[in-house]
């Protein structure tokens, strides 16, 4: 079955560190570039971070640079976005997308990241 | 946002609903829509300004010219109910935009 699942989401206090993992299956990871999407309660969808085949090419909204990595492990068909200096806005689901062609054209079921104190 | 959508649309069951997109010479550029239904991720449902992914209804189509996209959604159902949203590649900040989202109500 062709399939994304994330995991990693969880409750951290401001200025907190967490790393968000992607486990894809069914598909040949290493043909495509895989995304970061979140979205932030009753709120819309905003792209976060792609990252190409190979893992040299990386792009990152501006509002993470600086504070979130996203790369991949082909061998382990793994998609990762580490996230450091958390703020409270950070808050919402996370999804894995796979890119192609300009589109989220496979999504995961996400996981949910809070920001508290 | 660099997309504008409006925020609700609704529509009698059969119907025709119509959920547009604007942005700057939207027309020059390739357009994706998402259905997100309550609880669950997104899916595409059209590609490319008119595709349809597999398993896509042919009820759903799009179109894309001068500074509005529009997804539309013939004889619409109760299932169809969700939100939508639009997205494109913005060339100007190499970066993935997606429209705020229209949520779209069966009456």
């Known amino acids: 079955e062709v399939q994304l699942v994330e995991s990693g989401g969880d409750l951290v206090q401001p200025g907190g560190s967490l790393k968000l993992s992607c486990a894809a299956s069914?598909?040949?990871?290493?043909?495509?570039?895989m995304s970061w999407v979140r979205q932030g309660p009753g709120k819309g969808l905003e792209w976060v971070a792609n990252?190409?085949?190979?893992?040299?090419?990386?792009y990152h909204v501006e509002s993470v640079k600086g504070r979130f990595t996203v790369s991949r492990d082909n061998a382990e068909s793994s998609l990762y976005l580490q996230m450091n200096s958390l703020r409270v806005e950070d808050t919402g689901v996370y999804y894995c997308?796979?890119?192609?062609?300009?589109?989220?054209?496979?999504w995961g079921q996400g996981t949910l990241v809070s920001v508290s104190s | 946002n660099v997309l504008t959508q409006p925020p609700s649309v609704s529509v009698a069951p059969g119907e025709t609903a119509s959920i547009t997109c604007g942005g700057d010479?939207?027309?020059?550029?390739?357009v994706h829509w998402y259905q997100q239904r309550p609880g669950q991720a997104p899916l595409l449902v059209i590609s490319?300004?008119?595709a349809r992914p597999s398993g896509i209804p042919e009820r759903y189509s799009g179109s894309n010219s001068g500074n509005t996209a529009t997804l539309t959604i013939s004889r619409v159902e109760g299932g169809d109910e969700a939100d939508y949203y639009c997205?494109?590649?913005?060339?100007?900040?190499?970066?993935?935009?997606f429209g705020g989202g229209t949520k779209l109500t069966v009456l």
């Open positions: 997308a796979r890119y192609s062609s300009g589109c989220f054209d496979l």
């Open positions: 069914g598909f040949t990871f290493t043909g495509y570039w």
């Open positions: 990252i190409n085949q190979d893992g040299r090419e990386r």
């Open positions: 010479n939207i027309g020059s550029k390739s």
């Open positions: 490319y300004d008119s």
């Open positions: 997205q494109l590649w913005e060339t100007r900040s190499d970066h993935l935009v």
